[in-house]
């Protein structure tokens, strides 16, 4: 006797639907239908997973600690000189003061190395996992992060007003990002 591939009840020869689930029975078959597991499913409706490691991600993590650890080292007296600056723009209720020097000079330092550590961890991306867009993201992210160390610095050396270094910045920033819009536009990704 054969049996509906959906649900397995029994059927009749000349039936078109199963009168227990109500699924067409265009193809009669007298075996069981196999039960496919979550897993088969899930790979079917989303593609095969991809087990990898992201091991360039964990070198990003670990250059980006090392630079905090510098950071301090650099500045021992950083988290004080933060208190009392954060204090004073509690007390005179605004926020436009001028950090002092140690905490410019620090933030200098932090944005530099961050910067240099992008260039890196895009060759590291780029040897280990071949992913060109994503190398390319982090040498733009670090020439960004150097002109904004560079941009602390002047304003530090009081070459540069802090409106302008919110203004160069946001366009240097705006620019950037525009160029890697326009290389993925021009070099779109190629589909397998």
């Not at 095969?48 to 950071?71: C, K, P, Q, W």
């Not at 005179?92 to 890196?120: C, H, M, N, Y």
Request: aromatic content about 10%; glycine content about 8%; hydrophobic content about 45%.
């Amino acid at each position: 006797m054969p049996t509906c591939p959906k649900c397995g009840a029994d059927t009749n020869d000349d039936d078109q639907f199963c009168r227990s689930c109500g699924a067409p029975l265009a193809v009669k078959t007298s075996e069981r239908p196999v039960e496919e597991s979550y897993a088969r499913e899930r790979e079917t409706c989303f593609g095969a997973r991809e087990r990898r490691r992201d091991i360039s991600g964990l070198i990003s993590f670990g250059i980006f600690l090392i630079v905090v650890a510098i950071t301090f080292l650099a500045n021992p007296n950083l988290t004080s000189d933060l208190q009392s600056w954060i204090a004073w723009v509690a007390e005179e209720k605004t926020i436009l003061s001028r950090p002092p020097q140690g905490v410019i000079s620090s933030a200098t330092l932090f944005f530099g190395l961050l910067g240099i550590s992008d260039f890196l961890v895009a060759g590291v991306r780029f040897a280990i996992d071949k992913h060109g867009r994503r190398a390319f993201a982090d040498v733009l992210s670090g020439i960004a992060l150097l002109l904004l160390s560079y941009l602390i610095y002047l304003y530090g050396s009081r070459a540069l007003a802090w409106p302008m270094v919110l203004v160069i910045g946001s366009v240097a920033c705006g620019l950037l990002v525009v160029l890697y819009g326009v290389v993925l536009h021009v070099f779109p990704k190629k589909t397998q």
